[in-house]
């Protein structure tokens, strides 16, 4: 397993990948502030040890290598425990969902990923570069820039959902669209994700507000109580959109409902028609010796005229009544 390291303080940044936890031992002891991104957990033996250098709780380790916990924010002695969820989404295909554990201490911040891929290369390249905000603030600042690129992604992989559901309010009125329902379901199931995802994190968010640690200082909470709005900002955001999926499926049903009633008034009157004829029909084809007008060599064309007569008088009275 790899570690991407970076280590800066007001004057200077550098980055380096270590292969080893011993060398990963020799780079704590450097100056300044650390950031550990480890962008897989799949090595377990690997995180363990990582854990036994930083003292890091066991149960806090069982949270790392379990990919579904749900965000929340845990304090303990001597470090901040975070976990919370990235979201991306490539083109139009269902967006993925990741866990990001991270570890605050006095100096060092350790971010564990379930893969390789995340939105935090504009951080190291402004750590990198000049620094800026980073250079003169602590480490629980670099933990607010992280999570703030986190919720950044999910405003932009919400707003990708926009063009999706224009073409959902088309296709609504669409009576031969066969798979919109299935359309509409998958994505209705995503935005149900992400609703159960953002609400936990509103509450991890508001719990680092208020934690009685010195490891966040007080100064930067106007920056979590930012990011605090534009969760719930993005909670406004998802409950609009499932009630927008809402509407548009009642929309659709609507359309399928009035298609159904069209298709019933047609068949409705076509069998009221056939009712009269189809009594008509019936008398005449029962097999008694002694009926009426069966002698008779006009008693075939005068049945079929009568017949139609009662159609057509019938389809004049529904039309006379706008039932046509």
């Known amino acids: 397993m790899s570690f991407s390291l970076i280590g800066y303080n007001q004057s200077s940044a550098w980055h380096k990948n270590a292969d080893t936890i011993d060398e990963l031992a ?13 962008d897989t957990i799949c090595d377990t033996d690997t995180v363990r040890k990582i854990s036994e250098v930083y003292h890091i709780h066991p149960l806090t380790v069982e949270d790392i290598l379990d990919g579904t916990q749900r965000p929340k924010s845990e304090e303990f002695d001597d470090y901040l425990f975070i976990i919370l969820k990235s979201v991306s989404r490539k083109g139009g295909e269902e967006p993925e969902f990741e866990q990001i ?5 006095c100096d060092t911040l350790i971010t564990f990923q379930e893969r390789p891929g995340d939105p935090f290369e504009g951080i190291r390249q402004r750590i990198l570069n000049n620094g800026g905000r980073f250079r003169r603030m602590g480490i629980d600042y670099l933990a607010y820039a992280i999570i703030d690129s986190l919720i950044d992604e999910y405003f932009s992989t919400l707003d990708s959902f926009n063009v999706e559901f224009e073409a959902f309010e088309e296709r609504a009125f669409d009576e031969n669209d066969n798979s919109f329902i299935q359309d509409m379901q998958k994505t209705r ?14 509450e991890s968010i508001a719990a680092i507000i208020h934690f009685d640690s010195e490891l966040i200082h007080r100064e ?7 990011i605090l709005d534009n969760i719930v900002q993005l909670s406004e955001i998802v409950e609009n959109y499932r009630e927008l999926l809402a ?10 409902s009035n298609r159904m009633n069209r ?6 009157i076509i069998s009221t028609i ?3 004829l189809t009594f ?10 002694y009926m009426p007008e069966l002698q008779s060599r006009l008693a075939y064309p005068i049945v079929w005229i009568v017949m139609l007569l009662i159609a057509l008088a019938m389809l004049f009275f529904f039309k006379k009544h706008k039932w046509l």
Not at 101 to 105: A, C, K, N, R, V
Not at 189 to 202: E, F, K, L, N
């Open 280 to 289: 008509i029909v019936g008398v005449y084809g029962m097999n008694f010796a």
């Open 247 to 256: 509407s548009i499926m009642e929309v659709n049903l609507s359309a399928v």
């Open 263 to 268: 298709v019933m008034k047609v068949l409705t």
């Open 101 to 105: 554990s991270m570890i605050i201490t």
């Open 26 to 38: 020799v780079q704590r002891t450097k100056a300044g502030l650390l950031w550990i991104n480890i």
């Open 220 to 226: 930067l909470e106007p920056f979590f109580k930012d």
């Open 274 to 276: 056939f009712i009269p």
């Open 189 to 202: 199931r995503t935005i149900s994700s992400m609703h159960r995802i953002i609400w936990p994190m509103r």
